[in-house]
């Protein structure tokens, strides 16, 4: 009777815990595809430092703001202190800037993106070659 007891409770075990899978990880059901990516908006958005134009002695610096936003400043920053270089500002949605490097008195230097009310919109360190 133990025996018995004991065979029907594994096979009930067994089916109970062995059922098929109708969602992935991702919560789809199996088989589906997932849906069409969209760009959004935050692509737009860089400052980076242009490698065609810069020279030992100074770097471009390309940026472009958040859709429909039209001026702000880029803040240049000591790369090791909390302190600032110089702010450039500049209107437009997208652009570009020369920074001297003997102006500031360093080749590298880290640069923030900010729109004109202050809000932040981008950071990134740049080094002359």
């Given at each position: 009777?133990?025996?018995?007891?004991?065979?029907?409770?594994?096979?009930?075990?067994?089916?109970?815990?062995?059922?098929?899978?109708?969602?992935?990880?991702?919560?789809?059901?199996?088989g589906a595809?997932?849906?069409?990516?969209?760009?959004?908006?935050?692509?737009?958005?860089?400052?980076?430092?242009?490698?065609?134009?810069?020279?030992?002695?100074?770097?471009?610096?390309?940026?472009?703001?958040?859709?429909?936003?039209?001026?702000?400043?880029?803040?240049?920053?000591?790369p090791k202190?909390?302190?600032?270089?110089?702010?450039?500002?500049?209107?437009?949605?997208?652009?570009?800037?020369?920074?001297?490097?003997?102006?500031?008195?360093?080749?590298?230097?880290?640069?923030?993106?900010?729109?004109?009310?202050?809000?932040?919109?981008?950071?990134?360190?740049?080094?002359s070659e």
């Amino acid at each position: 009777m133990k025996y018995i007891f004991t065979l029907v409770f594994c096979l009930a075990g067994m089916v109970s815990f062995a059922q098929q899978a109708t969602e992935d990880e991702n919560g789809r059901p199996i088989g589906a595809k997932p849906a069409v990516v969209v760009s959004s908006v935050e692509s737009d958005i860089y400052l980076r430092q242009s490698k065609e134009k810069s020279s030992s002695s100074s770097i471009l610096i390309e940026y472009s703001l958040p859709f429909g936003k039209s001026g702000g400043k880029l803040v240049l920053f000591h790369p090791k202190e909390d302190r600032e270089l110089k702010t450039i500002n500049f209107s437009g949605n997208n652009g570009s800037t020369v920074v001297d490097i003997k102006e500031i008195g360093f080749s590298g230097f880290n640069a923030g993106l900010y729109l004109t009310d202050g809000t932040f919109v981008k950071s990134q360190s740049f080094y002359s070659e």
